[in-house]
């Protein structure tokens, strides 16, 4: 098959095409017949040298994609040969043929195309992972995003406010804050001009915090929540 791997650390330009043998389904995997791979910022780290893939992982990028399954594994009954899907990948995105788990495909959402449904999986798997089955966010609950005009940001703004909960974010500018505004987020604060943790007092603080931030932000989000 044709795949486009990382020649060496670099710009753009270091990805190139090569040949790669075909990948085989193992045990509750499946592989698909991809017709379009999702680029994350994983990806752009990983070409410029930043990221190294997880020990067993492959060394092509790509941790998304859509596409039709092509063949399946043992132990497999969800899926067969053909069906339209989207999954989330263990890297190798950047081919025309990749393995995953069977675990972590979906099909494709009613209406959208392979292209849009292959930008899915990276984002929706990491938040409904982290807010609701970690977080256990519940409708009515008041929720922070930190970076909220992030690929993870929006989305995380899009689903808690679908589910029923009351959406704040933080951004770093006027027009970032409108966006996640217009999303769903009851309140978008410009971390540049407001201090967070002070703003949402006035709300009684968080129930949950969704932050990609860290370091100085951890003792500032206990004290932003309820």
Same mark, same amino acid.
């Given at each position: 098959?044709?795949?486009?791997?990382?020649?060496?650390?670099?710009?753009?330009?270091?990805?190139?095409?090569?040949?790669?043998?075909?990948?085989? &389904? $193992?045990?509750?995997?499946?592989?698909?017949?991809?017709? #379009?791979?999702? *680029?994350?910022?994983?990806? !752009? @780290? =990983?070409?410029?040298?930043?990221?190294?893939?997880?020990?067993?992982?492959?060394?092509?990028?790509?941790?998304?994609?859509?596409?039709?399954?092509?063949?399946?594994?043992?132990?497999?009954?969800?899926?067969?040969?053909?069906?339209?899907?989207?999954?989330?990948?263990?890297?190798?995105?950047?081919?025309?043929?990749?393995?995953?788990?069977?675990?972590?495909?979906?099909?494709?959402?009613?209406?959208?195309?392979?292209?849009? &449904? $292959?930008?899915?999986?990276?984002?929706?798997?990491?938040? #409904?992972?982290? *807010?609701?089955?970690?977080? !256990? @966010? =519940?409708?009515?609950?008041?929720?922070?995003?930190?970076?909220?005009?992030?690929?993870?940001?929006?989305?995380?703004?899009?689903?808690?406010?679908?589910?029923?909960?009351?959406?704040?974010?933080?951004?770093?500018?006027?027009?970032?804050?409108?966006?996640?505004?217009?999303?769903?987020?009851?309140?978008?604060?410009?971390?540049?001009?407001?201090?967070?943790?002070?703003?949402?007092?006035?709300?009684?603080?968080?129930?949950?915090?969704?932050?990609?931030?860290?370091?100085?932000?951890?003792?500032?989000?206990?004290?932003?929540?309820?």
């Amino acid at each position: 098959m044709t795949a486009v791997e990382i020649t060496a650390p670099g710009a753009p330009d270091v990805l190139q095409a090569t040949t790669r043998p075909r990948p085989r &389904a $193992a045990h509750g995997q499946v592989v698909i017949a991809l017709s #379009y791979a999702g *680029v994350n910022r994983p990806d !752009a @780290l =990983q070409r410029a040298g930043l990221y190294n893939p997880p020990a067993g992982a492959s060394d092509l990028p790509g941790l998304e994609g859509a596409g039709h399954i092509a063949e399946v594994g043992s132990g497999v009954t969800e899926w067969a040969v053909g069906d339209e899907v989207c999954a989330l990948l263990p890297g190798g995105g950047y081919a025309e043929f990749v393995t995953t788990s069977a675990r972590h495909c979906l099909p494709v959402p009613r209406g959208m195309s392979l292209k849009q &449904a $292959a930008c899915l999986p990276e984002t929706y798997f990491t938040v #409904y992972s982290n *807010v609701f089955q970690r977080g !256990a @966010l =519940q409708a009515g609950e008041k929720f922070l995003v930190h970076g909220g005009s992030s690929g993870i940001g929006t989305t995380a703004i899009q689903l808690a406010h679908l589910f029923g909960a009351r959406v704040f974010a933080t951004a770093g500018s006027e027009a970032k804050c409108q966006a996640c505004k217009d999303l769903g987020a009851e309140r978008a604060i410009n971390y540049r001009h407001e201090a967070f943790e002070e703003v949402l007092k006035a709300y009684g603080g968080m129930n949950l915090i969704l932050d990609m931030v860290g370091g100085s932000y951890i003792q500032r989000n206990l004290k932003a929540l309820a």
